[in-house]
């Protein structure tokens, strides 16, 4: 019975010589995702850096503006200007702001596209290399086994 499993045991690794596995692919396969991973990153905490920019500008302007509505006024009639101004100044705020968003949006937008089609290319043409190296390999082993 052990010499059964001896030869069985010498049968695989003779098997498994002729067909040598190639890693080079799988560790070029994760570099490629860990790249990626890091260019979407870098995408995406562009747009938080630039969304909390413009999210503090807002704000700030917000807030001069309040403290202006809120000053004293020698006239009643004034606090109902003040309070006009500002919501005046809030709208036309708000409509430049959220425009600026939509411009963040936009751009991250265009990038993700981008880099997607850049790691469609780059896997297509991994695969084909791939393919190729072990289409190569087959047919060398292929031949290999005919010779013996």
């Known amino acids: 019975m052990a010499t059964a499993n001896n030869d069985y045991t010498k049968m695989m690794k003779e098997m498994m010589g002729a067909f040598p596995m190639d890693t080079t692919a799988m560790q070029d396969m994760f570099k490629s995702q860990a790249a990626m991973a890091e260019k979407m990153s870098k995408v995406a905490l562009e747009a938080a850096e630039k969304s909390t920019e413009v999210s503090t500008k807002w704000t700030k302007a917000t807030l001069a503006k309040v403290g202006e509505m809120s000053t004293v006024k020698e006239d009643p009639a004034d606090y109902s200007k ?7 100044a809030s709208a036309e705020m708000a409509a430049e702001h959220v425009a600026a968003f939509a411009e963040i949006a936009k751009k ?3 990038d993700t596209v981008e880099l997607m089609m850049a790691a ?5 043409e991994e695969a084909s290399a791939a393919v190729k190296k072990a289409t190569d390999t087959a047919t060398k082993a292929a031949k290999t086994a005919a010779t013996k």
């Open 120 to 124: 469609g290319k780059d896997m297509q």
């Open 82 to 88: 003040s309070m006009t101004d500002f919501a005046s």
């Open 108 to 110: 991250v937008q265009m």
